[in-house]
């Protein structure tokens, strides 16, 4: 696992307010099997070890890990304003994607028409 359960109770203590089971009840299994596919979720993205994962990039996985329990919790219900655990997924999802996929910035894109363009800047 590229986080365990203490990564998540100390950087994510509400932690027991989003996994739980049917009764409500806090469910420490219920949040190790969110955290392997959150896990799934990342490794779409970064392909990483226990040994290879940065600081930053496990915060990255826990807030994939946030959002799968903010669904748990409140599944489709709509918000007026978007709340912080949505903005932080979805930030994190930009920043995953620019990370996986950084030959997608582009540069200038001028159609060529002849001549050289190197020197038409």
Known sequence: MLIDRSYVYKYFPLWSKFFV??????N???LDNEILLAELEFGDYLDRTELT???REKIYLLNI???R?????HG????ETKPQIV????????LLERIAAPWLITANQKKFTGGNWFNDM
């Open 65 to 67: 890990l946030k959002m």
């Open 87 to 94: 903005k932080d997924y979805e930030n994190t999802m930009k």
């Open 53 to 55: 994962i940065t600081e």
């Open 21 to 26: 089971d049917p009764d409500g009840q806090a």
């Open 76 to 79: 489709d219900t709509a918000f």
């Open 69 to 73: 329990g903010f669904n748990r919790l």
């Open 28 to 30: 420490p299994v219920i």
